[in-house]
C-alpha cells in the first residue's frame, strides 16, 4: 500500500489552463503538505494543513488553492497555468509537527 | 531564520570508496528536528534519518552513519563502501519544533548530487 500517493505523476498542459493535483495519505497522519520542486531541485514548501486547517501559506500567488476535504486528503487547484509553474509537485504528510514527514511520488507539471 | 547549507553541488566516487555529505544549518530555535532525505533518479524523496536537537549522538545504520555536531551546526551523512544504487541526490533539511502543535515546514538544502561509478 502506498502511503502518500498522488494523482497524475505527469501533466502536460497549456498555458491558462486550470489544472487539479489530488493527494492522499493511508497514515493517519494529522498534517499535510504541498512542496514545490523546481528544476535546479530546490525544494520548498507550499501550504501546510493541520486536520483540514490551513497553518502555512508560504507566499504562493493565490492561482494556487488547496483544498483538505478531510485530513487524509490535500489537492492542489492551479488556475490560469504559466510556464513558470512547470515543475515537481510533492505532497506529504507528518503525524505531527517535528514529525517525519513522508513524501508522495511527485507529479511532473509540464506547462507549453 | 532557518538556512540549511550543503556546500557540495556534485560528487563523484568510484564503488566502494567512502563519501561524506556535509550539511551545515542555521537556526535561532534551541529545539529543532533536521532530516536526510534521498532522491534517486526515480524522483521520489525517501526518509533517511531524523535528529532531534537534544540528541547528538552519533547514528550508524548498515553502510550509513550521521555525525550530529551542535557546537558547529552541522549534520553531517557519511556513506561508506558506497554503491551504484546510492548514486541520487541527498537533501539535508531543518524543522523548528513548535511548542503549540501543529506542523512545521523542513526547510531543504539545495542537495547534493552523488554519482557512484562502477
Known amino acids: 500500500d502506498t502511503a502518500v500517493s498522488q494523482t497524475p505523476k505527469y501533466l502536460v498542459t497549456q498555458m491558462g489552463n486550470d489544472k487539479s493535483i489530488k493527494c492522499e495519505q493511508n497514515l493517519g497522519h494529522d498534517t499535510m503538505y504541498w512542496y514545490k520542486q523546481d528544476s535546479k531541485k530546490f525544494l520548498k514548501i507550499m501550504f501546510s494543513y493541520n486536520n483540514k486547517e490551513l497553518i502555512i501559506n508560504e507566499t504562493v500567488p493565490n492561482r494556487f488553492s488547496p483544498k483538505s476535504p478531510d485530513k487524509a486528503h490535500l489537492n492542489l487547484h492551479i488556475n490560469s497555468l504559466e510556464l513558470g509553474d512547470s515543475a515537481v509537485y510533492f505532497c506529504?504528510?507528518?503525524?505531527?509537527?517535528?514529525?517525519?514527514?513522508?513524501f508522495g511520488e511527485g507529479s511532473w507539471l509540464t506547462v507549453v | 531564520a532557518q538556512k540549511v547549507t550543503q556546500a557540495q553541488t556534485e560528487i563523484s566516487v568510484v564503488e566502494k570508496e567512502d563519501v561524506t555529505l556535509d550539511c551545515v544549518y542555521e537556526?535561532?530555535?534551541?529545539?529543532?528536528?533536521l532530516f536526510w532525505y534521498k532522491q534517486p533518479p526515480s524522483g521520489e524523496l525517501v526518509f533517511l534519518i531524523r535528529?532531534?536537537?537534544?540528541?547528538?549522538q552519533n547514528e550508524i545504520s548498515g553502510r550509513y552513519s550521521w555525525n550530529f555536531q551542535k557546537s558547529t551546526s552541522s549534520f553531517n551523512f557519511t556513506i561508506t563502501a558506497s554503491q551504484v544504487v546510492d548514486s541520487a541526490v541527498y537533501f539535508c533539511?531543518?524543522?523548528?519544533?513548535?511548542?503549540?502543535?501543529?506542523?512545521?515546514?523542513?526547510?531543504f538544502g539545495k542537495g547534493m548530487k552523488l554519482t557512484v561509478n562502477p
Open positions: 537556526t535561532r530555535d534551541t529545539t529543532y528536528y
Open positions: 535528529r532531534n536537537s537534544f540528541d547528538e
Open positions: 533539511a531543518l524543522s523548528p519544533h513548535s511548542s503549540q502543535g501543529g506542523s512545521e515546514k523542513l526547510v
Open positions: 506529504a504528510s507528518s503525524l505531527f509537527s517535528g514529525n517525519t514527514i513522508y
